[in-house]
């Protein structure tokens, strides 16, 4: 199962490296704060996972850091309506997401943001990849809430689209979400 470290899109900065974000809720504990803060300085220079494939030992500490954030928000519920977001993808393990993200340049281009927009009411999960300035990559998913924290998703279709074509593509997959 894939690893992913979202962040809503009104915290993440545009650009793609990853200053740390300002942390804004209130209700996070002083030990939440420090936890996250680390995870993000572990994820900042791994251009949203590309070079922690290369390195193991890297990508250890930032699921272990994420493990951590898990913990401490283990009796939280993270599948209610404040999942109902767009999120920018800061750090994955996903290797087809990567995989498209690092090879853009073969088709004269190269990956921007890299989105999931869900919507909880809508029973609704949709990737994207965009590829400035005309391009996406889009996935369409449908999302059963399994727990307090998990989300299980099935992909319904997908596109990719540039500027004057669109190439639609069947469904090719499910899995599961989870909120640290």
């Not at 990849?129 to 996935?139: A, N």
Request: glycine share 6%.
């Amino acid at each position: 199962m894939a690893t992913c470290l979202l962040i809503p899109t009104t915290y993440a900065p545009k650009c793609h490296q990853s200053p740390t974000p300002k942390i804004t809720c209130s209700s996070l504990t002083a030990q939440s704060q420090a936890v996250k803060r680390h995870l993000l300085s572990l994820i900042s220079d791994q251009d949203r996972g590309i070079k922690t494939q290369k390195d193991p030992a890297r990508r250890a500490s930032i699921v272990e850091a994420i493990d951590a954030m898990a913990v401490l928000g283990r009796d939280t519920v993270t599948t209610g309506a404040s999942l109902s977001a767009t999120w920018r993808l800061l750090w994955t393990t996903e290797k087809e997401q990567l995989f498209i993200v690092e090879n853009a340049r073969l088709f004269g281009t190269q990956a921007g943001d890299v989105l999931q927009v869900i919507d909880v009411e809508k029973m609704t999960l949709n990737n994207v990849i965009t590829f400035p300035p005309d391009g996406v990559f889009f996935v369409r998913s449908g999302i059963e809430i399994a727990s307090p924290q998990r989300v299980n998703f099935r992909f319904t279709g997908a596109v990719l689209r540039g500027k004057n074509w669109e190439i639609p593509l069947p469904p090719f997959g499910q899995g599961c979400r989870s909120k640290a």
